[in-house]
């Protein structure tokens, strides 16, 4: 609130393109900001300055009320914990809640619902159980499902694999990834990992107090260091080792995935090349 | 969204209402409770706001954010008001139209029950406004301490408060938090038919609900780990300190009282 002890800017003189179709991760330490941004792309935050176009929709600031329906339906949101925002007595009911608000008849939704369930990794069966009776980690598919049944043309997940074990990270972090390649969905991922980053985006934005402080491709990000450091954040382990390795072999490799995968392979066919 | 609720909301700062001992605080707004219902005339509700407005200003506490947090009220305020204009028969005729006969008892009768209702909620806004949450715990069960003779659990109740006060603004948090998730769903909650709109409150309340029995039993849990068994034996970190301006505050009070009595009619 303004004029009060509470008052606090959060964001800060933001200019950021995102094209269609493009993998965006968002990354920033705790408080930078990134969770607020992206509340900002649906219009549940309005901006007190600046604006914000998505598509052919527009929100300025002080402008009055507009089609914000047809904007929340573009731009799906899976926030922290969505296994939070559950409600129904039944998994399908509850993803059918998105489609049915956007008036979608029921028969059609209920068939989202079941295309969705699947994309996400579980049986039909599920459909018919209570979501409370379910696991964690199938809560968090459940609601996901239920953003994907709205059918969104920009995915905006906000840290989806917290608390989540390692197994099951790696599982949604792949299933988003497919998603976004086989819907040419434009994806925003705000995360605090630079392994995620790393492995699936695009172009990486780099938040820091409230302001877009790096923008760029990775290649480009991580050359960086310095600047990452005093944001509080650092280079993913590949690239890390990546630059040691180039500093003690005396050759200069480079990354284009920045997977352990791709890692191992480059530096094991550069080993054979001196071995040869 | 939900900032303008601030009930039980702490608002720092530094002023003669925020350093008074929580005990002389907690007596004199329960003590204010009762003689807001001694003033019946204009005399007496003028001492009464002079009062009132006097003690906000010197808690620092800025009068807009005051005003926020009377809005949620302000609704309950008017239609008082107006229950008391259209009912009361009292005094001359003013104005009739139809069925609408409208005395000047019952306007007066409505300022006055709408000040009444105001006044008592700014005056108990500010204690929590000025006092943190674990000050007016310790205050309370002082307070009540002599109760304990009678075997009534005060640090139990005591405990009670400080905790629901401790989480009230979580549950906002959480509120807005699942508000906005079924919102960016396709939630509308602010239009629509009234029966359509009380529907939309679904989908918060029982996520709401189940967030809230979790976070209790998780809050039990840690409470046991670390080994709490009750008040018995508990020494406290921080003493309470009864000052002269405490004891001035009183005196004062009693003064408000005593002319409230001579004044009224």
Redo the contacts between chains.
Sequence with gaps: MEGTPFERRALHDINLDIPDGTFLALIGHTGSGKSTLIQHLNGLLKPSAGSIKMGSTELKAGGKKQDLKSLRKKAGIVFQYPEHQLFEETVEKDIMFGPRNFGVSEESAKQTAARVIEMVGLPEGVLTKSPFDLSGGQMRRVAIAGVLAMNPEVLILDEPTAGLDPAGRVEIMELFYSLHERNNLTTILVTHSMEDASRYADEIAVMHKGELYLHGKPTDIFNEREALKKAGLDVPETVQFLQKWNEKSGLNLALTKFTVEELAKQVSQSLKKRGN | ML?NVIIGQY???SSPLHRMDSRSKLIAAFFYLFIVFLANNWVTYGVLIAFTVVTISLSKV?F??LY?GLKPILLLVVFTMLLHIFLTKEGDLLYKAGFLEIYEGGVIQGIFIALRLLLLVMMTSLLTLTTTPIDITDGLEHLLGPLKKWRLPVHEFALMMSISLRFIPTLLQ?TE??M?????????FTSGPIKERAKAF??????LF??SFKRAEELALAMEARGYRGGEGRTRLRALEWHQRDTFALILLALLTLSLFLLRN
Excluded: H, N
């Design positions: 900032q608002y720092p700062a800025p807009r954010f926020k959480e938090k699942i906005k998730a079924q919102m960016a769903r396709g939630a509308d679904v989908p918060l309340l029982v996520p189940v967030s």
